[in-house]
């Protein structure tokens, strides 16, 4: 990876979507996340909006104990997978992580606002 800042946007636990810059490096989105990360291509629940953006997830949240449910994420209108902690949403060039765009920025943040049903994500 390369060591320069990128604009990402964070999902906290139990908090809204914020714009962040952090160090485009391993070590500070392990920091981020709280562990090693795992990579989930957000454009795999929407095949037909490609936006090009992917989830930067703690590999581990769902078997690590203290790792609090974040957010459920929905395909097709059905529970698909659930995060665990906080994640990061950026974009990719290549194989490399970049700044979000304007664009995933305004769709990610209204997708990950939250929005309590019965006291539950």
Do not use: W
């Amino acid at each position: 990876m390369r060591d320069n800042s990128i604009k990402v946007l964070l999902i906290p636990v139990g908090e809204e979507p914020r714009i962040v810059s952090v160090p485009n490096t391993l070590k500070a989105l392990q920091e981020h996340v709280g562990g090693y990360i795992q990579v989930f291509p957000l454009d795999s629940l929407r095949p037909n909006q490609k936006l090009g953006a992917v989830a930067i997830v703690h590999e581990e949240g769902k078997i690590t104990g203290g790792v609090h449910r974040n957010r459920n994420i929905y395909s097709d209108g059905k529970v698909f997978d659930t995060f665990y902690g906080q994640f990061i949403v950026c974009g990719v060039d290549g194989d490399e992580f970049s700044s979000i765009t304007l664009e995933q920025e305004s769709y990610y943040c209204d997708l990950f606002r939250l929005v309590p049903v019965n006291n539950k994500f």
